[in-house]
């Protein structure tokens, strides 16, 4: 079954004066429980494609339908609800807020979408001991490293087990083994759970771990390669 079915996908926008074509005409079906990684070099489409996806950017042109939701049936209300509810996301940038503490940015999430404190506390408090902040709940972000906020991030896109995860470079701050444990988190989560992970990345590390590597060049797809089980 198919959780994301993008069909001719273009995508433009503008550097000052010049036009930037981030998305050729890219087509991608994405199988629901799949571990994959969007690979290439930086201005090849993966972070656009990741957007579009996460229905944070909208296509020029071309369908993108997610979780049997197509995008263009939808309003914007309709499409933050299904990313509150449904999508999980990693940004490069963290984007955790800077006057929360570590347990309360992740326990944000489930805030917004209803769920009582002492199971948001218990959740957020679990979630941060997996990627290792034990005794670090009440930290904020300025009193953490970039390999820690990253670890926040991670923990607030997957605490709520959402049905995808779009996670943007998410070993792009870490050291090796940092970054190994959160895969391995990740990969735990694909398998007992069928959460469906898509990374954006030129980590070889991450495409290690990929159960699929579809690699983009210039805003198309090059090569689309499904590893052997």
């Known amino acids: 079954m198919n959780i994301v079915n993008a069909q001719n996908i273009k995508k433009s926008y503008f550097q000052g004066k010049m036009q930037v074509h981030a998305l050729r005409g890219m087509s991608v079906l994405v199988d629901q429980s799949e571990f994959m990684a969007l690979a290439g070099p930086s201005g090849s489409g993966k972070t656009t494609m990741l957007n579009i996806i996460g229905g944070i950017d909208s296509p ?5 339908v997610v979780d049997n939701n197509d995008y263009a049936d939808m309003k914007q209300s309709q499409l933050a609800d299904l990313r509150l509810k449904k999508i999980g996301f990693v940004f490069q940038a963290y984007n955790l807020i800077p006057v929360l503490s570590a347990q ?14 002492s199971e948001r506390k218990e959740k957020a408090i679990a979630i941060l001991d997996d990627v290792g902040l034990e005794g670090k709940y ?16 991670v923990a607030r896109a997957i605490v709520s087990n959402p049905a995808i ?4 470079e998410p070993t792009a701050n870490l050291d090796s083994k940092t970054g190994e444990s ?11 759970k069928n959460v469906t992970f898509i990374f954006s990345t030129h980590d070889n590390m ?12 210039d805003g198309q797809i090059e090569e689309d390669i499904v590893k052997e089980k």
């Open 182 to 192: 959160l895969l391995d988190m990740m990969k735990k989560m694909n398998q007992e």
């Open 104 to 117: 309360e940015n992740v326990e944000y999430i489930m805030l917004l979408q209803g769920v009582a404190a």
């Open 206 to 217: 991450v495409m290690d771990y990929a159960k699929r590597i579809v690699k983009l060049k």
């Open 165 to 168: 995860v779009l996670a943007d």
């Open 138 to 153: 009440n930290r904020r972000p300025s009193e953490l490293s970039g390999g820690q906020q990253q670890r926040v991030a």
């Open 60 to 64: 020029d042109s071309g369908t993108i």
